[in-house]
């Protein structure tokens, strides 16, 4: 079974059984159990199709494909129910941390706004015994305000003979697994080191918020809620900096329709919730984005920061030109009839071949590229926005681009949370520590050598 997003003739590998194919994942019941009252029914097996994502077994190894398959529902109720029913010194305290672009899908399905959906959905999740419901827009903000200052830094050094540029985005994890373990060099040198919003996120979580919480962070059992399937795999990394061998900063990763299929089965009495946040008491009242169409933007707010250190030009609304088709799409900054800045957006695997091979011929005109696996971008993850038999749901699709437009932009410099976290959690915005949290470094292909030859 060919991967999705995957044309490549020699990914023709299977990754699920005959028995597989025709399975579903497995949704709780959520009705009460009849000998213990509130106790969830025992749950059935889940089924992770690596299909349905950018990674196949061309990336993938047997063990993590294991670890993958276990990121799922029945995870999720298992800690759930232990809370219920163990000793309390054994509780953990669960925390979800939703991605902004799993909250259209919220509001389209359920006909609500995307404040009420956001309510809705934080309030159900503490109907069943979450703790804490966070969003990962803060975490965005540090992503995109550390690529920012690399890509600066990297335009800076770039020379012909140690070439910097072009910078490519980092955010998304099929595009960087793929890149890690089929392309390696010359193609990971150009990945941008800034970690992803969901690898920010755990680090928030099991860090500086299970410090102020005075909780060790074993004790936190952290579910993301996302749009993709690649977002399952991404949190096999080990990229939690003081963590104890296997320890990581995502436990669990849910899909917005795994999220959504225990929602529609339960019976649960919800009553709306304003999202938490890291710091305590203090709630999110307002839904905020950055300015994407579809996902976190990185391309616009890195080309407006450019735009203004690199030349003093100020960069209002950023205009894109559809080149190759409507997901490959060019920015540039010019003066006095000179390209000053080019930047690209290649969402799909098709215009990330194309992107690749310019790459390798010494051909490639850009110095910035914001790649996603996702041909449409993250709100057409395969986590969401299905159709029964798997294709995606078009009409659904077109609510959410909508809804997603309507939510507000929020630059990530204006942040003030942000500003104070950099200070208290990070001891500054360059120091070590910072760089630490907020980087990471790319391994080249552990493959064997038939799944690295390919053919473009």
Not at 403 to 418: K, L
Not at 421 to 432: F, N, T
Request: aromatic share 8%; hydrophobic share 35%.
């Amino acid at each position: 079974m060919k991967c999705e997003h995957c044309t490549r003739k020699e990914c023709n590998k299977k990754t699920k059984t005959e028995d597989q194919e025709n399975a579903s994942v497995g949704v709780p019941s959520l009705a009460q159990d009849h000998t213990e009252k509130g106790e969830f029914h025992k749950l059935a097996d889940a089924k992770i199709f690596l299909s349905d994502c950018l990674a196949c077994d061309s990336c993938v190894t047997a063990e993590e494909g294991l670890q993958v398959s276990q990121q799922n529902v029945k995870d999720f109720f298992r800690v759930l129910n232990l809370n219920k029913k163990c000793d309390p010194s054994q509780h953990k305290v669960l925390a979800v941390s939703v991605c902004p672009q799993s909250l259209p899908y919220f509001a389209a399905k359920f006909r609500l706004s995307v404040t009420d959906a956001s309510r809705r959905l934080c309030g159900f999740l503490k109907s069943l015994g979450v703790h804490y419901v966070f969003d990962t827009t803060i975490a965005a903000d540090f992503s995109i305000l550390e690529s920012q200052k690399e890509f600066v830094r990297r335009y800076q050094q770039h020379s012909e003979e140690e070439p910097a540029l072009p910078m490519l985005t980092s955010a998304c994890p099929g595009w960087v697994r793929y890149a890690e373990r089929v392309l390696g060099h010359p193609v990971t040198p150009h990945l941008c080191t800034a970690k992803s919003p969901q690898q920010i996120m755990g680090s928030l979580v099991k860090d500086y918020f299970a410090r102020q919480q005075n909780l060790s962070p074993d004790k936190i059992f952290h579910v993301i809620v996302a749009p993709c399937y690649d977002k399952k795999l991404e949190a096999l990394r080990e990229d939690f900096p003081t963590a104890p061998h296997g320890f990581r900063s995502a436990d669990c990763v849910l899909t917005s329709g795994e999220i959504a299929q225990i929602m529609e089965q339960s019976d649960l009495t919800v009553k709306d919730a304003a999202v938490d946040t890291v710091f305590g008491g203090l709630k999110e009242e307002e839904v905020r984005r950055h300015d994407g169409a579809s996902s976190d933007g990185y391309l616009a707010h890195v080309f407006r920061h450019a735009a203004k250190q690199l030349f003093d030009e100020d960069v209002g609304e950023v205009t894109y030109r559809t080149l190759r088709n409507k997901d490959f799409q060019e920015v540039t900054l010019e003066k006095n009839g000179e390209v000053l800045l080019r930047f690209a957006a290649a969402y799909g695997f098709r215009n990330i071949q194309n992107v690749v091979l310019k790459l390798k011929k010494g051909r490639f005109p850009y110095h910035f590229v914001e790649v996603l696996a996702c041909a449409g971008g993250c709100l057409n993850g395969r986590g969401q926005a299905q159709t029964e038999d798997g294709r995606a749901d078009k009409a659904l699709l077109r609510q959410m681009e909508g809804i997603y437009a309507d939510i507000p932009v929020r630059p990530p410099e204006s942040s003030a949370h942000v500003q104070e976290l950099y200070q208290e959690w990070l001891d500054g915005a360059d120091s070590p520590r910072a760089q630490e949290a907020l980087h990471t470094k790319y391994q080249g292909p552990g493959l064997p050598a038939l799944s690295r030859d390919i053919k473009w």
